[in-house]
């Protein structure tokens, strides 16, 4: 089993940052992929950032140039840096990790983390 724990998330006025941080441990094999998804009260999770294992990065439009993913391979940690936030930004955010063999694959996430924006 691969288990991640999530930190990071708190209350921010509009227009502060915050850096979300999560880091996998566990059964961890050929992991190829992380991502941030979030879901706000009453509506859908939805995409936020993905990262693959070559580095290549994915935003959802309304985070684009505010937020960036990276990640730090040697520790199995995914990172969110996220400036410039919105009140819509409020949500609850979960960390997603994939991988594994085709015969054993894995699929994570975290517990989720609160992020707040204050107006």
């Known amino acids: 089993q691969v288990q991640l724990v999530e930190s990071g998330g708190g209350l921010v006025q509009a227009g502060g940052s915050l850096r979300l941080s999560c880091a996998a441990s566990?059964?961890?094999?050929?992991?190829?992929?992380m991502g941030w998804y979030r879901q706000a009260p009453g509506k859908q999770r939805e995409l936020v950032a993905t990262?693959?294992?070559?580095?290549?990065?994915n935003y959802a439009d309304s985070v684009k140039g505010r937020f960036t993913i990276s990640r730090d391979s040697a520790k199995n940690t995914v990172y969110l840096q996220m400036n410039s936030l919105k009140p819509e930004d409020k949500a609850v955010y979960y960390c997603n990790v994939r991988g594994g063999s085709y015969s054993a694959p894995y699929d994570s996430w975290g517990q989720g983390t609160q992020v707040t924006v204050s107006s």
């Open positions: 566990g059964s961890i094999f050929r992991l190829n992929f």
């Open positions: 990262i693959t294992i070559g580095s290549s990065t």
